[in-house]
């Protein structure tokens, strides 16, 4: 049947050809084809609410997933920097927590030995103070020469002075942390024949992390630098981190249609892991023509700070 048909008696529905239902009494009498009258029960059950009609800034919740991973700027990958054999490894396990200076390896080297040995031999000319002129010149070049190739070899200031005291090589060489955090990453093996270049550690300082979140491009309005982000772990249920939007990625995933979003967050009691998934919520208000707010300025005119 078709409400909008009434008629004065009992009848058919011309369009339909339904047989026409009386009207109740006091049901929908003055109704017009758009409204809707409910009795008191049908209120309540339909649980209808009403709200005042008022103006404010539109508010947004934007989701976005993604995975925690080490701070790019706080990691350090520990390389050989010349040719030898590891006689020891005093980090033997990744997940060693290391503090700068502490000792990775123990490295035997046949070019380090002779390297030593050029040292010693310009330290002992200049020393002896029996050159001069050209020759005392060119002694000192040499040692300078020396001292730098060792330091170019990761040798510290301290280690070429006990060098040069002892007036002995030595075979071995300590490589030490150049940071302190965790070792993520052992790449060699105690006895291991290494090259110059050949990767041996990766130590990430983990005090503070990057949260990479994927987030739609119809989401990129609502985002901006320094906006604060909510997010949350399966590890720690109940418990919300928070951190600030630091990079927003430049370039669209094609695939994912996902930009990346970089939130860095302090990190001191460690819960936070590399490598965990994480769902996060960036909170965003819009005034007139659709600007942003920061949450600081709520209430105030955004075009004020202009």
């Not at 609502?222 to 981190?241: A, D």
């Amino acid at each position: 049947m078709h409400p909008q048909i009434r008629m004065p008696g009992p009848g058919q529905c011309p369009i339909c050809g339904m047989d026409l239902i009386p009207l109740v009494s006091g049901g929908s009498d003055g109704a017009g084809p758009r409204e809707l009258i409910m009795s008191a029960t049908a209120r309540r059950l339909a649980d209808v609410e009403t709200s005042l009609v008022e103006e404010k800034y539109v508010h947004v919740r934007v989701p976005m997933f993604g995975k925690v991973q080490p701070d790019e700027r706080k990691v350090a990958e520990i390389t050989a920097r010349f040719p030898g054999r590891l006689e020891r490894l005093f980090v033997d396990f990744t997940g060693t927590l290391v503090k700068k200076g502490d000792h990775l390896a123990m490295i035997y080297s046949p070019e380090l030995l002779t390297a030593q040995s050029a040292l010693i031999t310009a330290y002992k000319r200049v020393s002896g103070g029996r050159e001069s002129g050209f020759m005392a010149q060119s002694a000192r070049g040499a040692l300078d020469a020396a001292r730098d190739r060792l330091q170019l070899w990761g040798l510290t200031d301290k280690q070429i002075a006990e060098i040069e005291k002892s007036k002995e090589p030595s075979d071995t060489v300590q490589i030490d942390a150049p940071i302190g955090g965790i070792v993520i990453e052992k790449l060699v093996q105690e006895g291991e024949y290494v090259k110059e270049g050949t990767p041996m550690f990766r130590i990430a300082e983990l005090s503070s992390v990057w949260v990479m979140l994927d987030a739609y491009e119809k989401d990129l309005p609502w985002l901006r630098y320094g906006q604060s982000v909510e997010f949350t772990s399966e590890s720690y249920p109940g418990k919300v981190f928070e951190g600030k939007i630091a990079f927003i990625s430049p370039v669209l995933d094609p695939k994912t249609r996902t930009v990346k979003v970089r939130v860095n967050v302090p990190n001191p009691d460690l819960l936070l892991k590399p490598g965990m998934f994480v769902r996060g919520v960036a909170s965003a208000e819009a005034a007139e023509n659709g600007v942003v707010l920061d949450s600081s300025l709520k209430g105030k005119d955004p075009f004020a700070f202009e």
